[in-house]
Each structure stands twice: as C-alpha cells, then as structure tokens.
C-alpha cells in the first residue's frame, strides 16, 4: 500500500488538478457501504494533505472535496438504507459480512443519533452506519443534521495532521514523496493505538466486579 501512496504522491505532484478528485473519489468510496471498509480513504486524504504546505494543493479545495466526497457518500447509503429497508442489511454484498453488520447495528442501538457521529471516526463501522440508519428508520431531519456536523468535523480531523505532517517535511527540508508519508502513518499510527487505549479503558471500567 506504501508504494501506491508514494505513486499516487509522485503523481498529483505533477497534476495538482487530479489532488481533489482524488480526494473527493477517497471520501465517498469510504462512505460506500463494505466497500469503504476495505478501501484506507482516510489514509489517502492524509497524505495529499500534506502536499499543502509545499503549495502544490490549496487547503481549502481539500477540505471542500472531502467534505463533499463524504457527505455524497453517506447521503447515498442512507437513501438506499431507507428505501429497501432491512432487507438491504441482509442482501448482497452485505450478507457477505454478517460480523460486520451486527456490529454496526449494535453501535446503532446504543448510541441512538450519536452513532452517525462516532461512527465517523471509528473505520470499522463508518461505512456501514448510514446505511444501517436508513434501514432502521431514523428520519432524515435527524440523520442529515448530525452526518453534516459530523463530516464537519471530521474532515479537518484529518487532514490537518498531513498539514502538519507536510510542513515538518518542508521545514526539515524533505522532500514530501519520500519523507512526509512515513510522518502521516507515524500521526495515524498514534492515533489508532490512543483509539485502541481508550476503548480498552471503556471496557474495563464498564467490567463487572
């Protein structure tokens, strides 16, 4: 996955242009539903980022294209999650992942509205909760409300850290394609294991004794 990133890094380093649909097709495959959970959007959007600070992308347009790569995406699946109901939960493909679908009904169910914003942030389930709260009947003045807040949310989430990421390659004088991806898996690499930490904490406080 690493040399496809340092490709896709080389390749908008000499068309800027195809950055932002690249960005936008990341965030709304990572919306479909199994789809997204295989494809690493998130990881994608984090690295073209960090091409801002050298000048070759505008952080503005990269956040436009994922907010609205995401919100396509997640509107798409709650549409078709609303319109064939629960049938949709056990068709194809997602009958194909039963594990995967629990879990996301279970996320749904206890945490009501707040699952479509957790679940932004949590790469498992992302990708199968709007769907699920289609299929579940969660009206649209409440899913589309939260989903927008947040994709808000999440965008900047995380695409400042390849920011950051990018303009400490700069400073340091490295060249982005080489340098800067090894900084952003570091920044994503923390940010899964604080992930990991907090829900390890979560299940031992809510332990029985």
Request: glycine letters at 10%; proline letters at 8%.
């Amino acid at each position: 996955m690493n040399s496809h990133l340092h490709e896709l890094i080389g390749l908008v380093s000499r068309h800027a242009e195809w950055a932002y649909a690249a960005v936008f097709l990341a965030a709304f495959l990572e919306a479909i539903p199994i789809l997204g959970s295989l494809i690493p959007g998130s990881t994608i959007i984090v690295a073209l980022s960090a091409l801002v600070p050298g000048g070759t992308l505008r952080l503005a347009p990269v956040l436009a294209a994922a907010i609205a790569g995401a919100l396509i995406g997640d509107g798409l699946a709650y549409f078709i999650g609303r319109r064939s109901q629960r049938e949709v939960l056990t068709s194809w493909p997602m009958s194909k992942y039963p594990r995967l679908v629990a879990q996301s009904e279970a996320f749904f169910h206890r945490y009501g509205t707040l699952a479509v914003l957790f679940a932004r942030f949590v790469p498992p389930v992302r990708a199968v909760v709007p769907i699920t709260a289609g299929a579940l009947g969660m009206p649209p003045q409440r899913f589309y409300p939260v989903n927008a807040a947040a994709i808000l949310l999440w965008a900047p989430a995380h695409i400042l850290p390849g920011v950051l990421a990018g303009s400490a390659a700069e400073q340091w004088g490295m060249r982005i394609e080489h340098y800067g991806l090894p900084l952003v898996a570091g920044i994503i690499a923390i940010g899964c294991v604080g992930w990991a930490i907090y829900r390890w904490r979560g299940e031992h406080t809510h332990r029985p004794t």
